[in-house]
């Protein structure tokens, strides 16, 4: 007899027919069954009430009816008390006039509590009384909602005692139907508000299910939970497995269903890989890495909130944990393939959705942890380049601990670990050659993070393109130079970005160490035999660079060096150094046509000047500007400073962008502004135009403000550029369309101030390499520099090009020329030396001279307009 027939004799009077499943007679409450259950209700009802505690968030099961009351009923009268709850609830939700009342409105969440509290008991429930809890939460609503789901009720702690079934031969018809029943109605639609607790129960149902429903052909199949393309993916290929092989993915997908917490359990992570033996590690292997290049591939989407609104996402919020446990127990892995794409879906998730943040940043923590646990020193070194690549705070703290941690478990820095983490590739001499039956390819460093795959036929003849027969009988291969290619142009990129933070770091190489991991190391050596050194050997130092397999110094004299273990090597930094001697290092570099991949020579440097020594304490070098804020917020997380967006909820106070400067025990401190104008806050509430301030350095022992003359030429240098980095690329002078487009009218000034200004020491930088550049171009005739400008004679007017906005004025009355840049041009780089990497500005002003020193030839009418309007 169920549940509900108990009840109905109950309340009639009548008693359960002998031999029934009834509870003993002295088990039993006595009377009216129901009103015994609506009384210990209202007697829960009188203790908060009297306690004043009427929705308190204390917990239900500390008060005195739970643990005198309910606590002792049996296990088949705490489902009847269930039920009654439930069917309270419900009656509540249908009479609107009951549930507005206050004794109503508390009597909804007074049963709410106690169904919740009573599921979680330790209870040992047979079918029947499974299948009445089914029932009755699939019968009843306990919302207002019109889209009333079993999602509502407590699906959770119902399937906890589910999962505690452990039947001895097969499952009764009824246990079945109450299974059957219930995953029926999780997977019917929900509301989207519903829709993450509707797909984390129908995960832990999964397993469960499997288990009691599994027939003799195995565990029954489990799917991702959720609707979105990945799902639709992975699911299309679990679908078309049988046999074995069907097995083992489902007994892999009921495990990883399991993944909860920050971190997975050892015993998590033995069971995954015993069962990715059990599969198969090749099959695995090729299966999960097919699924991490969909997820690091796939792009945001747009679903209905429910409310009328859309709102964007990455992957459904139901299957992260999932998806979560497969890159937990990646950790298995560490060959290059996996680490690489492990690495790629970390970036993916931790890159934001507009105006709600990390796309999945909980399955980005699971990426990081697979490549920190993983063997060997590959997963380290992606670790160090997302670093430089993600830039939320909390992340870069998580990343640098698990540096840290590796690097005590070598014995090293965190520097050191992340050197004899960079990866070669296979490369040699900068290059890797591929040999085929009638062909080869080699494959060659180019630039920083470019390469270049070149063809030749069995005779060295040069070919354009892949052989036919190398893509017929050679398909796997070329996937793996595709892959060797992407791989190494991300490491040189990230190594190069990585060295040029170094020059705001006090380190001395040793050069064992040095020869090792920089001199003869395939990747990084590319990058350190372009760099000046300082190599100090016995007191007595040297500033070289290595060039044409010798030592130079910047007279390009040939130097001497027999480095031992005493011997240490220290990056070159021109703040340093007389501007006589810059010079001569900048123009060895122009003479040889040496490209440095980071700027060095060309560095620019800021000396103390009078007004700040006057200051004291700050610098105004860098303030009243006014920038792009979440432009500059991009820029100030790439160079590594902590920044906080200003948003009109906080009414654009004050903020502080900061770096920190461990070698030096110094924080630099670069004050900032809202600009408070209604008519430019962004739909998310933030401030898009802020305006800067002081610049000043703390110490970050004493907290004290540390004066200006005391800080090391070098931190004052390396902060004082990031600022003008800031500042040249995001200040609205840069904008040739933010005037007319509105702009803000009290800093048009201001815009036209900057666009025309006084060059910044970046700007200086480009004069100096124009001077020596612009000679040798075919414009060089119509082409000259005075002062600020570039000035382009062409065949209808003359302009003056900015050196440092870029902006360009027309001759002979100053009239401003629009030209917006399209970022998918080609830069003109490729067809002239220029001796560093990475100055779009300089690209910029390059290109748009060579256009105007033929004027009349331009098609553009937005452009031709201007020009002939006088």
């Known amino acids: 007899m169920g549940i509900f027939d108990f009840l109905k004799n109950k309340n009639s009077g009548n008693k359960p027919a002998a031999g029934n499943d009834a509870p003993p007679e002295k088990s039993q409450p006595p009377g009216d069954t129901r009103s015994f259950y609506l009384a210990i209700g209202e007697a829960a009802h009188q203790e908060m009430l009297h306690e004043r505690a009427i929705n308190s968030i204390s917990p239900f099961t500390d008060k005195k009816v739970f643990k005198e009351r309910i606590q002792p009923l049996t296990d088949k009268e705490k489902v009847a008390l269930i039920v009654t709850a439930t069917q309270e609830l419900h009656a509540l939700m249908t009479d609107h006039t009951k549930f507005n009342t206050s004794k109503g409105n508390q009597m909804y969440h007074l049963w709410t509590f106690i169904i919740e509290a009573t599921i979680k008991e330790k209870m040992n429930l047979d079918d029947e009384d499974i299948h009445t809890l089914v029932t009755v939460f699939s019968s009843y609503q306990c919302t207002h909602h019109d889209n009333n789901h079993i999602s509502h009720w407590p699906i959770m702690q119902l399937i906890s005692q589910l999962d505690k079934i452990k039947p001895e031969g097969p499952v009764s018809d009824t246990l079945r139907s109450a299974l059957s029943t219930l995953k029926e ?41 959720g609707n979105d393309i990945f799902s639709d993916y992975a699911n299309q290929y679990l679908r078309g497995l049988s046999g074995a092989e069907a097995g083992h993915w489902a007994r892999l997908m009921i495990h990883t269903q399991k993944a909860s917490g920050s971190k997975p359990s050892n015993k998590f992570l033995t069971e995954g890989g015993a069962l990715i033996r059990a599969l198969g590690e090749d099959a695995f292997h090729e299966k999960i890495n097919d699924w991490l290049v969909f997820l690091a591939a796939m792009k945001d989407s747009e679903e209905d909130n429910g409310y009328g609104y859309t709102c964007t996402t990455y992957l459904h919020s139901g299957i992260f944990d999932h998806v979560r446990g497969f890159v937990w127990i990646c950790s298995y892995y560490s060959d290059k393939t996996t680490l690489f794409n492990i690495a790629a879906l970390a970036e993916r998730a931790f890159r934001k959705i507009p105006q709600t943040g990390p796309a999945a940043p909980a399955l980005g923590n699971a990426c990081l942890f697979a490549l920190a646990n993983s063997e060997g020193m590959g997963g380290i070194g992606h670790l160090s380049r997302l670093k430089l690549r993600i830039r939320q705070n909390n992340t870069q703290g998580i990343i640098e601990k698990y540096l840290v941690e590796a690097a005590i478990a070598q014995g090293v820095s965190t520097h050191d670990i992340e050197d004899m983490a960079v990866e070669d590739h296979g490369f040699e001499d900068g290059k890797i050659t591929f040999s085929f039956d009638s062909a080869s390819a080699v494959l060659q460093l180019t630039g920083t993070g470019k390469t270049a ?18 893509k017929e009988q050679h398909a796997e291969t070329l996937k793996t130079i595709k892959e060797i290619i992407k791989q190494s142009e991300a490491t040189l990129s990230a190594q190069r970005d990585r060295m040029d933070r170094f020059f705001r770091i006090d380190r001395s190489i040793p050069w064992p160490h040095f020869k090792t991991y920089y001199f003869n190391h395939p990747l990084l050596g590319y990058i350190a035999r372009k760099l000046i050194w300082t190599v100090e050997h016995e007191g007595i130092q040297h500033h070289v660079i290595y060039h044409n397999d010798t030592w130079l110094d910047q007279e390009g004299h040939a130097v001497a060096l027999t480095p031992g273990e005493q011997t240490h090597f220290t990056l070159w930094h021109p703040v340093h150094h007389s501007a006589a001697v810059i010079r001569q290092w900048r123009d060895f570099l122009m003479q040889e046509q040496i490209v440095q991949p980071v700027k060095q020579a060309f560095r620019e440097i800021y000396l103390l000047t009078d007004a700040e020594v006057n200051t004291l304490s700050y610098s105004n070098r860098m303030a009243a500007h006014i920038l792009r804020q979440h432009q500059f917020n991009s820029l100030a997380k790439l160079r590594g400073w902590k920044y906080a967006l200003r948003g009109s909820f906080d009414g654009g106070s004050e903020e502080v962008a900061t770096l920190l400067l461990p070698d030096f025990n110094l924080r630099a401190e670069y004050w900032i502004h809202a600009v408070q104008d209604q008519e430019h806050i962004l739909p998310s509430g933030m401030y898009e135009y802020i305006a800067t301030d002081q610049l000043r350095f703390i110490n970050t022992f004493t907290r004290e403000t540390v004066s200006l003359p005391e800080v090391p030429a070098v931190a004052l240098s390396e902060v004082m550029r990031d600022a003008d980095l800031f500042v040249g690329v995001a200040s609205v002078g840069n904008d040739p369309n933010w005037t007319d487009s509105g702009g803000i009218p009290r800093y048009r000034d201001y815009w036209y101030t900057y666009s025309f200004g006084e060059l910044t ?26 002062d600020k400008f570039l000035v382009v004679k062409g065949k209808l007017r003359t302009y003056k090009i900015h050196l440092g906005s870029t902006n360009i004025l027309m001759e002979p009355n100053d009239q401003y020329l629009c030209i917006v840049a399209v970022r998918s041009a080609k830069e003109p780089g490729g067809s002239f030396f220029l001796p560093f990497e990475g100055d779009a500005g300089l690209s910029l002003i390059l290109s748009k001279a060579i256009l105007l020193a033929e004027d009349d030839k331009i098609k553009d009418v937005t452009i031709t307009r201007q020009i002939n309007r006088l």
């Open 185 to 225: 109605k999780l997977e019917a639609p929900a509301a989207y508000h519903l829709r993450k607790d509707q797909t984390k129960q129908l995960a832990k149902l999964g397993p469960v299910y499997a288990r009691l429903m599994q027939t003799d052909g195995g565990p029954v199949p489990v799917y991702f939970r």
């Open 453 to 470: 795959l070149n063809w030749f036929k069995a005779d060295g003849t040069p070919q354009k393109s892949v052989p036919a027969q190398v």
């Open 761 to 786: 020491e970046v700007a200086k930088t480009r004069r100096y390499i124009l001077e020596n550049l612009v000679p040798r171009l075919k414009i060089a005739p119509v082409t000259t520099l005075q």
